[in-house]
């Protein structure tokens, strides 16, 4: 492991010092890798989901594992927006001169070794590895068991990439030693990794925020929250939270609980029920709910619970107020949402709410780096600290002050 992650920290000093031409032409390079490899890709994704047969994973991990032709051009696609986008490092953020005559510039550069631990999705292996790389910081990817022929294949067409181009294949690379053990010992190896990024379940977040010595911008479960209003548009309403809970129900930006106004309660929730019935979903519902409505009945722990399935929980509540409370009780500081053409109401929603997005009249399945123009994202941070929300390639960035002098002395 020590000697792995010394080639880490010695390749970030490599990365650190290419241009942001250099870097999209290799970016593009791995993109077209991936499209001339997508018959490997699809055979080693094929065994990965023959496993998941075999240990019988959940509907929505095994969405989340699967590739074909389409999903694999999108990591191509994905990665030819990254290197699209505007160079992030070296960017002069601030600029004075100090009183004693030398000039201060602070300048966004990489933040380092970033030690990326994921589940599932082997795309984040490909879209982390290139947000890294355009970052100018070097990937460590620890993937799910469960994708490790996906993710071996990928990382090794991005790998061969950077060696044709004379660059440290160690610049994105698997974790060596995918087991418990080896992840407990890269969150303790501060002297070489400088951030670790976790996102997955929930026990996964609370292992890694609560044993490591590296800093942990947390990754962490989406338990959002759609609230439609008294001033709602009704048809407007029941488009966004059939796609906040529906379009995919197993990703961290799907709907889970929708709070409505008591005031529409009994007209809204007959057409709610109705929407939802189309898309076979599940209704928990409080006793208010249940009185309008077939529903089964909800209990405090599904309120708590990000079900990532097609099972949702309705409340009805004391107009935004109500929905307020119910979010600071339950929420997660993902992403949240209000139905309302009432623009006072609208804005104390969004300012109230505490989360890292909060949306007017939009489903919350956009909280996603391609959808906020970031190519792909390393994860949703649900800090308030360095980093909030989608992860983009200026989020993978710190800086540092730049003085010039001319023989000044203190």
């Not at 479960?221 to 609230?227: N, Q, R, S």
């Not at 935004?320 to 339950?330: N, Q, S, T």
């Not at 649900?382 to 002395?409: C, D, F, Q, W």
């Amino acid at each position: 492991m020590e000697k792995f992650l010394e080639e880490a920290k010695a390749s970030s000093r490599v990365l650190s010092t290419l241009s942001g031409k250099e870097k999209n032409s290799i970016l593009r390079a791995m993109a077209e890798g991936l499209r001339k490899r997508t018959s490997e890709i699809l055979t080693a994704n094929v065994l990965d989901m023959q496993a998941a047969d075999e240990n019988d994973l959940s509907a929505a991990l095994k969405d989340r594992l699967l590739l074909d032709e389409g999903r694999v051009e999108g990591m191509a696609v994905a990665i030819e927006e990254i290197a699209g986008l505007k160079e992030p490092v070296g960017r002069v953020l601030d600029g004075w001169y100090a009183d004693a005559g030398f000039k201060i510039e602070k300048v966004s550069v990489p933040i380092g070794v970033i030690g990326v631990i994921y589940e599932s999705r082997p795309n984040v292996t490909a879209d982390v590895g290139a947000l890294c790389f355009k970052s100018g910081n070097v990937a460590i990817l620890k993937g799910g068991k469960e994708a490790e022929h996906s993710n071996q294949i990928i990382a090794k067409v991005l790998q061969e990439v950077l060696v044709e181009n004379e660059l440290p294949k160690g610049a994105i690379s698997l974790l060596p030693d995918s087991s418990r053990e080896g992840v407990a010992k890269l969150i303790k190896q501060d002297r070489y990794v400088d951030l670790i990024v976790p996102r997955g379940g929930e026990a996964l977040i609370k292992y890694v925020s609560t044993n490591a010595t590296v800093p942990v911008v947390k990754h962490d479960k989406g338990l959002c929250h759609t609230y439609v209003d008294e001033d709602a548009d009704f048809e407007k309403a029941l488009a966004v939270m059939v796609n906040a809970k529906c379009r995919r129900t197993g990703i961290c930006g799907a709907l889970e609980t929708l709070l409505i106004d008591e005031v529409v309660a009994e007209e809204i929730l007959p057409q709610v029920q109705k929407a939802y019935a189309s898309q076979g979903t599940e209704i928990r519902g409080c006793a208010r709910t249940r009185e309008i409505i077939e529903a089964n009945e909800a209990t405090r722990e599904d309120y708590a619970t990000e079900y990532l399935d097609n099972i949702l929980t309705i409340r009805v509540v004391e107009g935004v107020e109500g929905a307020i409370a119910h979010i600071e009780e339950y929420g997660s500081q993902h992403s949240e949402a209000i139905i309302t053409e009432n623009y006072t109401t609208a804005e104390k929603f969004l300012n109230a709410v505490d989360a890292a997005c909060v949306y007017l009249n939009a489903s919350t399945q956009f909280t996603d780096g391609g959808e906020f123009g970031f190519g792909a994202e390393v994860g949703i941070s649900t800090n308030k600290l360095h980093a909030r929300g989608p992860m983009g390639v200026s989020e993978l960035t710190t800086y540092k002050y730049k003085i010039y002098g001319n023989g000044e002395t203190r």
